[in-house]
Structures are given as C-alpha cells and as structure tokens.
C-alpha cells in the first residue's frame, strides 16, 4: 500500500505521522508500535513495521531431571540391606553421580506477568532485583546468541 502523507508538527515540537485509522487497520497497525523508517534516498521514505518482543510469547517448560547416583556404604557382613536405610535416611556419601538427561513433562505459554512471579517464587534470592536483570539472567529470549554465556 503506497500513500503520501506530510509530517505534522505538534506544539511540544514533536513529529507526527497523520494516518488515519483505516490505514492503520489494515496495515495491523497499532498504538504503540514501533515503525522502521528507510530512507528511499530521493525524497521519499518507506516506513513498515518493526518486529517486536509483543509478538512473542513466554513457554514455560517443566522438566524433571534424571541423575544416577553411587554410594560406597561399608556395613556388617550379612547385613547388605543396612546401607539402603543409610542412603534413604541422607546419611551417605555421594560417591558419584552421572547426569542422564531432562524428561519433559508439561509446557504452557505464560504472561510475562506470570513469569516474574514465578521467578520471585522459584530464586527468591533474585526477588528484589530490577525486571530486567530477572529477565536476562533467568529467561532465554529469540535474540540471544547461543554462543554466550547468561
């Protein structure tokens, strides 16, 4: 959709784009948005619009994660069930553990609202910080680069 428009000025100085609703509606554009401005370089601009975090959602994904863990429990001869009470009573050494993997078990799409409150609730010690390190340090966004560390 091709239109010409002239840019307006308001009393505080500031630009504006006078479109009217209609080509807002059909171009889905709304209040709030942030547009891209290419200058054509012969006077003329096209301007569409940027693609943005709002279209994007948060899925949280529950995952239950599977160790197998060793202990070396010495016990009475004849008495091999004793080092069974040992470890389920917490009372044995960890002798040496291998990560299996993670089981994914539910998923949901979830507010961002949503999802600072559960990341007040799941790292307490990270309550008080400011939303937007919340959100680099806990959640993984589109843009990051895979190749970083959080």
Known sequence: MEQIVTI???ENGELILPLGDNVCEELGWKIGDTLDWKDNG???WTVTKKE???E???VLVECVSTFRMRYMVEVPKGKAEWALDTVTMNEAKEFSQ???GEQIVS???VSKEEALALSDTDNAYGSTWPEELKVKNFFTLMNENKDEDL
């Open 52 to 54: 943005t975090e709002k």
């Open 8 to 10: 307006q000025e308001d």
């Open 98 to 100: 291998v990560h299996i």
């Open 56 to 58: 994007t959602e948060l």
């Open 107 to 109: 998923h949901r799409v």
């Open 42 to 44: 012969d006077g003329s």
